[in-house]
């Protein structure tokens, strides 16, 4: 199948999207006393990835980082959380011009791209997009692009039609489990669909988006986690909240997933009903009455305990930033909203409460984050995609 757009289409949807724009950047004004904190934390946090290099052992990739035993956590390339250590770094050599950083990224990309054929995961979207598609957007070559499209040619060979979704978890053939996680993946595919003019990865993504919409959220637009589908007839026999504090419970990450997905699926389809998603998404995270003050969510927003749960600075992160984009297409209203709430998150997650004094939190640079609540695992720890997202948004705010 050809990707083929009308030029005449083209040119007035780019007309009417810049005049949005300008409206938008109206709107999305930076404060100036924010903006030298970005600035401050962005040069902080490249100083403290140097700490962090030190650390790593050659080939491995940061995870978090246990400051009772005073012991890095790494992993080879293949789980899940590979592509954020140099798509982080990338993000700092952007902002910084330090090149330590970024051979450091180029180090860890020659490690990671053999992912580019791994079928048994769906979090490629994760791996080779936050990675390469930044080294892409910075450095554009071809090898980037060739990998970029076998990832995306991997993560579609998990697509079951008759679900219309990308299958997540692989532990029982007879069950086609598809978690909310997902959703971030599929940025992967229409950066594929752009490189190569095939627009079977970019229908693969919104078959996965809309499988999700009608499945995996409830009537206030709060989503499960997982739900589960015959992989033969694609009906559904289980909705549950693996990492969360209950089936019934609202999993923070796996909302700020939820927002960061649909935004993507607005910014590359601008179809509304992903915006109209979005937003829903955006009002339940928002309005929540146990959101607490600087809008870091706990763990689970029904986590038992609070006050006294943890915070979760990864869902913290990861809904700053889709917040900061969101806020550049929602009505004047709920962008004003969204960018208020983006920049009390922002404020707070570079704030001692949550990053890290230099040298220290063994070199991440976010502190506070929740891995897996339930199996009580990293819990209250630096976690490296709680430093990717937050130095997207950092970026993010200093570019409006
Ligand atoms: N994708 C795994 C997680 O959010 O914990």
Same mark, same amino acid.
């Given at each position: 199948?050809?990707?083929?757009?009308?030029?005449?289409?083209?040119?007035?949807?780019?007309?009417?999207?810049?005049?949005?724009?300008?409206?938008?950047?109206?709107?999305?004004?930076?404060?100036?006393?924010?903006?030298?904190?970005?600035?401050?934390?962005?040069?902080?946090?490249?100083?403290?990835? /140097?700490?962090?290099?030190?650390?790593?052992?050659?080939?491995?990739?940061?995870? =978090?980082?246990?400051?009772?035993?005073?012991?890095?956590? !790494?992993?080879?390339?293949?789980? *899940?959380?590979?592509?954020?250590?140099?798509?982080?770094?990338?993000?700092?050599?952007?902002?910084?011009?330090?090149?330590?950083? @970024?051979?450091?990224?180029?180090?860890?990309?020659?490690? $990671?791209?053999?992912?580019?054929?791994?079928? =048994? =995961?769906?979090?490629?979207?994760?791996?080779? @997009?936050?990675?390469?598609?930044?080294?892409?957007?910075?450095?554009?070559?071809?090898?980037?692009?060739?990998?970029?499209?076998?990832? +995306?040619?991997?993560? #579609?060979?998990?697509?079951?039609?008759?679900?219309?979704?990308?299958? !997540?978890?692989?532990?029982?053939?007879?069950?086609?489990?598809?978690?909310?996680?997902?959703?971030?993946?599929?940025?992967?595919?229409?950066?594929? =669909?752009?490189?190569?003019?095939?627009?079977?990865?970019? /229908?693969?993504?919104?078959? /996965?988006?809309?499988?999700?919409?009608?499945?995996?959220?409830?009537?206030?637009?709060?989503? /499960?986690?997982?739900?589960? @589908?015959?992989?033969?007839?694609?009906?559904?026999?289980?909705?549950?909240?693996?990492?969360? +504090?209950?089936?019934?419970?609202? *999993?923070?990450?796996?909302? +700020?997933?939820?927002?960061?997905?649909?935004?993507?699926?607005? &910014?590359?389809?601008?179809?509304?009903?992903? $915006?109209?998603?979005?937003?829903?998404?955006?009002?339940?995270?928002?309005?929540?009455?146990?959101?607490?003050?600087?809008?870091?969510?706990? *763990?689970?927003?029904?986590?038992?305990?609070?006050?006294?749960? !943890? &915070?979760?600075?990864?869902?913290?992160?990861?809904?700053?930033?889709?917040? $900061?984009?969101?806020?550049?297409?929602?009505?004047?209203?709920?962008?004003?909203?969204?960018?208020?709430?983006?920049?009390?998150?922002? #404020?707070?997650?570079?704030?001692?409460?949550?990053?890290?004094?230099?040298?220290?939190?063994?070199?991440?640079?976010?502190?506070?984050?929740?891995?897996?609540?339930?199996?009580?695992?990293?819990?209250?720890?630096?976690?490296? @995609?709680?430093?990717?997202?937050?130095?997207?948004? %950092? %970026?993010?705010?200093?570019?409006?």
């Amino acid at each position: 199948m050809r990707y083929t757009i009308k030029t005449n289409c083209c040119v007035l949807l780019f007309i009417a999207l810049s005049g949005l724009a300008a409206n938008a950047q109206q709107r999305l004004k930076p404060k100036n006393g924010l903006l030298k904190t970005v600035k401050k934390s962005l040069e902080e946090s490249a100083v403290q990835y /140097h700490f962090l290099m030190k650390k790593l052992p050659a080939d491995r990739f940061p995870v =978090t980082y246990y400051s009772k035993e005073n012991k890095m956590i !790494s992993s080879g390339s293949e789980p *899940w959380v590979g592509g954020f250590y140099p798509g982080g770094l990338l993000y700092l050599y952007e902002s910084t011009k330090d090149t330590l950083l @970024y051979n450091e990224a180029i180090r860890k990309l020659k490690s $990671l791209e053999k992912e580019q054929y791994n079928k =048994t =995961t769906h979090d490629l979207g994760f791996m080779m @997009y936050c990675s390469f598609g930044n080294a892409r957007r910075l450095m554009p070559k071809k090898e980037y692009d060739q990998i970029i499209i076998n990832s +995306a040619k991997s993560l #579609s060979s998990r697509y079951n039609d008759k679900v219309g979704a990308i299958r !997540s978890w692989d532990s029982d053939a007879a069950r086609f489990m598809v978690i909310i996680d997902n959703m971030v993946n599929l940025e992967l595919l229409f950066a594929a =669909t752009r490189l190569t003019g095939d627009s079977s990865y970019y /229908h693969i993504a919104v078959k /996965h988006a809309n499988t999700t919409m009608k499945h995996h959220y409830r009537p206030d637009y709060c989503s /499960h986690h997982l739900v589960i @589908y015959s992989p033969q007839t694609g009906t559904v026999s289980k909705k549950q909240t693996v990492q969360g +504090a209950a089936d019934t419970s609202a *999993w923070s990450r796996g909302q +700020a997933w939820g927002l960061y997905g649909y935004t993507v699926m607005y &910014r590359e389809t601008r179809d509304k009903k992903y $915006l109209d998603m979005a937003n829903h998404i955006a009002q339940f995270i928002l309005k929540h009455p146990n959101l607490p003050k600087d809008k870091i969510p706990y *763990w689970d927003f029904n986590a038992p305990g609070i006050p006294n749960a !943890s &915070r979760d600075a990864s869902a913290g992160a990861v809904i700053c930033s889709a917040l $900061l984009e969101l806020a550049g297409y929602a009505a004047p209203k709920m962008s004003k909203a969204y960018f208020s709430a983006a920049e009390t998150m922002l #404020s707070a997650l570079s704030s001692p409460a949550y990053r890290a004094i230099k040298g220290e939190n063994g070199g991440f640079i976010l502190k506070h984050g929740v891995g897996n609540y339930p199996r009580n695992a990293d819990i209250d720890v630096p976690l490296i @995609y709680a430093d990717y997202y937050y130095i997207e948004a %950092l %970026l993010r705010y200093q570019k409006l």
